[in-house]
């Protein structure tokens, strides 16, 4: 590499960190010193977001050129973000939902309304510090909840039970994507005696059948906010929003496009953790349509030059179920160790990406479609073939060489599948790797153990 | 104990079932209360709760598929059918009740390919667009049964079967009764194997034991001599010998709210002209499963109201290992009953009966609790 490129790199850098911090300063400047304290005092939380710019770091560590500027793009959206939504802790907190992550806020956005994401703590804690969650997985443990219960549920009811929860007028949630999830609702609610609205998914979606089924639950969703909060719904501004996610949804499938390419112009952080945010927490935000607009030309670019994102890109793989939050960086090093590049992972893969919003039932239908076919949701929900279908589809589709599955000991449903997967992989000359860990603990599987597991499989199977 | 009371619930379900297939009658295995069992006492056909009693091998083999993370009783009833114990079987009926009960349907398809395998697709609601959805649900359940087994489903035939349901659940319930007095006839044991044969055997060939039963029971005395009365609280409990261990300790158990048990799984189905809406109703509004989104308060008033009707000291909640729900449930009984000044024992559990002397060791601790 150049010494130019390397000043470049070094230059996205730290003008990303910059601009990040500035984000992270001002919103203590916009809450001031006596709320800022009481923020702080209220929700011990804050302290491990505020350290959200170690993100920078763990993304851009080893990254070059292009693959660099797109990672660290990411984290330049996910930081304001976030501290808009921190603002939500003292502005306007009559309006303040609690979501599941598996019910979307384009609905809540569109009626006026705040999100509070009650899944984010224990998504973006671990990320930005591996052991930040452990203290909440505790106290839910001993308040009772046991401990094979997924570590995200866990984590999240640990949040509330501590009291550490903003102050949210009712709940929305969902029977996705797993019955600890849905279950861990009820105590939440019983805990924080407000009232809520759970959404029904039937088990099998992929019909016409359940989409009516699922747009009548929204319409009865939309019909008690009306009733438990302040919120009105605008459907011309839910069509403005729905219309502004299809539009990133329009570059997302060019991104896809020019990954499917090998070497593939990017990989890893800009492809899921651009998606897991923009989707799940932002959608309809014009920032994240320009977010994916720039990591489209990103691509294109090194396409055109012929630059890989791994420049020794030698293996190709996607990683089924969700990352592994508190060991975010682990392709970071695969990239390096192996020349093993993430193309894509389960939760970012979508194959209903466009709503209709030609009318308020188009727009429902397309949203009912979204949330049942939504991240996790559509491989724990249904039958097998809704998980296989689409796993040796991407393999085929984005011409990989290996299947990883983040094997989350929480997951149970996933897990009931591993034989059948083993087989299925066998048959077909996949090499597969299962990584036996815990999504948001470390104390169960340590960094090493994961590293360990990662090495024994490139040298055994894939003789390395 | 037991050995002081005369053989009325002595009943030999393997015996009856050899007999009952040897007459040709089918037997359609099921795996939850979401599955219809009244709607599957049709012509030849009857529900078979699938157990693995006499499984004794562990589950070696079931774990390769289902992984060790799941409830056993799951890997058992795979473990059992991967070792031909449930040939006979002849068609697999599912309900989407719990994430691993969908996996084994998922592996019962891939790893033995039944001729006839169906999954519910049950609602976590009890509305009305629930139970409309449930009722097309099960619509389609009884064509496809009706197309494979060549089996008369009309409305006629199924309102029939669900009349000759509740007439045995009615008689059942006139035994459960029982259990309210001061002094039951027959220990939590004996009722456990009676409803154990009730949910595998076919209708007709209840009818006259449970007859038998309801005759004999102004004869009999209770055969414990107890010092507590419990309500057992679980999901599914297939072997009476962890009844039978609990009640060796001078408890009676007297109340069970479990998937096997009475509580509610004696109601009465409500019947007008659509069958298909009253099933779907009783399934959907009965169920006492923590697996239902909006029934939360109807399950700890059931339970509370169980206490009192059948005079309850204490109560033992046993959830399965593994399974969520329960799992999350547990904990909220737990406080539930706690408030309401209740005794109550958490005790985790395998499927298939194993540890009895720690049980022994929690529930003589627990006895004692109550007594001071």
Known sequence: MSVISNIQDQMVFYQSWIKNYQNIIKMPLRHGPIQTFQNVNKYPWLWHLAKVNRLLTMVTNGRQGNYRKANAAVVEKIVPNLMHILDNLVHDTDRLVLHEDMVPPEILFAMGLKTWMSELLGILMPIVDSHSVEKYIDIAENAGIPPDVCSLPKSTMGVILNKEVPPVKAILTSNSPCDGGMASYQLIKNKLDIPMFQLDAPYNFYNDRAIDYFANELKRMIDWLEIHTPGKMDWDHLRVICDERNKMAAYELELWESIRQRPAPLAAEAIYLSHLWCFNVTPGDPSGTELFKYLVELANDNVQKNIAAVPNEKYRTVLWNPPLLHFIDLFSWAEQQYGLTLIIDSMSYNRQPFIDTSTIDSMLRGLAHIIMTGPMARHTRGPAQNYFNDMFYIYTYFDLDMIFVAGHIGCKNTAALNGILREKCRNKGIPLLIIDYDLSDPRVVSHDGIIQQLDRFMENIMNK | ?372
């Open chain 2, 1 to 372: 104990m037991l050995s002081q009371t005369n053989n009325v619930f002595k009943i030999s379900p393997k015996s009856l079932l050899n007999t009952a297939i040897d007459n040709d009658n089918i037997p359609l295995g099921y795996t939850c209360n979401n599955v219809p069992r009244m709607m599957l006492n049709v012509g030849k056909l009857f529900p078979y709760r699938v157990n693995a009693n006499g499984l004794s091998s562990g589950t070696e083999l079931a774990d390769i598929y289902l992984s060790q993370v799941t409830c056993s009783y799951t890997r058992s009833i795979l473990e059992f059918a991967m070792d031909d114990q449930l040939e006979f079987i002849q068609g697999w009926i599912f309900a989407a009740g719990c994430d691993h009960l969908r996996r084994l349907y998922d592996n019962v398809q891939y790893i033995l390919a039944p001729k006839f395998c169906h999954i519910l697709d049950v609602p976590h609601k009890s509305g009305h667009d629930a139970i409309t959805w449930f009722s097309k649900e099960l619509h389609a359940l009884s064509n496809e049964i009706s197309e494979h087994f060549q089996a008369d489903m009309s409305v006629t035939n199924i309102a029939q079967a669900i009349s000759v349901h509740n007439d045995v659940m009615q008689s059942l319930q006139t035994i459960a009764n029982y259990r309210k007095k001061n002094s039951p006839p027959f220990s939590g044991t004996e009722f456990h194997r009676l409803m154990s044969a009730t949910w595998t055997l076919p209708i007709q060939f209840m009818k006259p034991i449970i007859e038998r039963i309801e005759k004999q029971l102004p004869e009999r005395t209770c055969p414990i001599d107890y010092k507590v009365r419990f309500l057992v609280v679980s999901s599914v409990v297939d072997q009476s010998e962890w009844i039978e261990a609990i009640e060796n300790n001078g408890a009676l158990v007297v109340a069970d709210r479990y998937c096997t048990g009475a509580i509610p799984e004696l109601e009465i189905c409500p019947q007008t002209d659509d069958p298909f809406y009253d099933m779907a109703s009783h399934l959907l509004q009965t169920n006492a499963c923590p697996r239902m989104m909006d029934t939360f308060e109807r399950r700890m008033d059931l339970i509370f109201q169980t206490v009192q009707d059948y005079h309850v000291d204490g109560v033992i909640i046993s959830p399965i290992k593994f399974c969520d729900i329960w799992g999350v449930e547990t904990t909220q009984v737990m406080s539930f009953l706690k408030e309401k000044k209740i005794p109550v024992l958490r005790l985790e559990r395998d499927y298939c009966f194993s540890g009895e002397g720690q049980l022994n060791t929690r529930v003589q601790a627990f006895i004692e609790q109550i007594i001071q």
